[in-house]
């Protein structure tokens, strides 16, 4: 969830700009001052609660049993919540902003100048009308705008739920992640799923 917001943006695109005098836009930035302090209380209200809720009684409950069963003297065993990624904007081409998905290159379609094609993994803008220039070998028809990110189903799926961490002297092999799942299974809910690694 983004809470944050900028009010100069907002005020830059929403007020005519026959009336954006520097005294009018104080007078209205001064105006909002109260939104954006409940705006900043509620963010850092946000936060805690996702703090507070990635630590359940669940989890702690977990930490405590295997500590007690495979760690007892030091207590290093702690568990991880895995959260997926951040989320990825997509922005159109002519907003020239961040990620944008291009369609790749073909020798058979002619492509406009401002055209944006990938080849090889990299973004290519097209200078000129053309067809069949392979953009990594004509620099004064294609111009290298950099890498291309394309998404899969798997960059929005969770391998696991939680990792549990255990100290580099508890070896992790089959046979112990066997007892780990033995330990577990009355513990975690139907569907969990969960990772073991050395810290």
Avoid at 27 to 38: A, V, Y
Avoid at 113 to 134: E, F, M, P, R
């Amino acid at each position: 969830m983004n809470l944050k917001f900028s009010l100069i943006s907002i005020i830059t695109r929403r007020i005519p700009w026959s009336l954006r005098q520097t005294n009018r836009v104080n007078w209205i930035l001064s105006m909002l001052k109260h939104l954006t302090n409940i705006n900043g209380r509620f963010k850092n209200y946000v936060d805690e609660v996702d703090y507070l809720l990635d630590i359940t009684g669940q989890t702690i409950y977990l930490c405590h049993l295997l500590n007690d069963l495979y760690d007892n003297n030091m207590r290093r065993i702690y568990i991880q919540t895995n959260t997926l990624p951040e989320q990825l904007y997509l922005f159109r081409k002519d907003e020239n902003r961040g990620f944008y998905i291009s369609r790749l290159w073909n020798t058979s379609t002619t492509y406009s100048n401002g055209d944006i094609v990938n080849y090889k993994g990299n973004n290519y803008l097209a200078n000129s009308t053309n067809t069949n220039k392979q953009p990594d070998n004509n620099p004064t028809v294609w111009t290298d705008i950099g890498k291309s990110y394309y998404l899969t189903e798997n960059d929005f799926i969770q391998t696991h739920d939680f990792t549990i961490v255990f100290p580099s002297s508890i070896l992790i092999n089959s046979e112990f992640e066997l007892r780990v799942m033995k330990t577990l299974e009355p513990y975690i809910a139907a569907g969990k799923k969960y990772n073991l690694i050395n810290s």
